[in-house]
């Protein structure tokens, strides 16, 4: 059977996994039991993908990434090298948690920088941005921009990742696409 996905060598893919089209996986990954790889994936070297997890289309995953049970990535996600998520809100060794690890999503379009990390329990917004080294404790609204440890709210950005500047209308333009958004009541939306 010819299969219409790339898996490298030294990558190690666990019985059950759905690996969909076109996905890429690199050097020295691990795909676990019972993950779904979306279209179009590309998981770069070194990563762990943990049982169940589920990566929507076109998510890039890139080197040294550690995606544990209970995190979505939705489709078009960006997880920036070497970010973590994490997955039991108070891990001990001596005491087995399995059974309540939390639930993150990480929404349609969302980046997430270079060494971040994602404490569980906590949603990444649609096509929010965040920096690297941040390390998030709160759930992060539709296109927010976070920074810092712990991570705060210091803008918005545009789905083409751009910075937003707010008229007095609440109206703003993306300089890249000329897509326009909303802010109103703290909440931002695209408006075309």
Known sequence: ????????????????????????????????????????????QNVVVSPGVVLGKNVKVQNNVSIYTGVICEDDVFLGPSMV??????????????????RTIVKRGASIGANATIVCGHDIGEFAFIGAGAVVTKTIPNFALVVGNPARQIGWVGEYGHRLSFDKEGVAVCPESNQHYLLKEGVVTRID
């Not at 190690?12 to 039991?33: L, Q, R, V, Y």
């Open 85 to 102: 998520f994490t997955n039991v809100i108070n891990p001990r060794s001596a005491i087995n948690r399995r059974g309540q690890y939390a």
């Open 1 to 44: 059977m010819d299969k219409d996905f790339f898996v490298h060598e030294t990558a190690i893919i666990d019985e059950g996994c759905t690996i969909c089209k076109g996905a890429k996986i690199w050097h020295f990954s691990h795909i676990m039991n019972d993950c779904v790889i979306g279209e179009n994936c590309n998981i770069g």
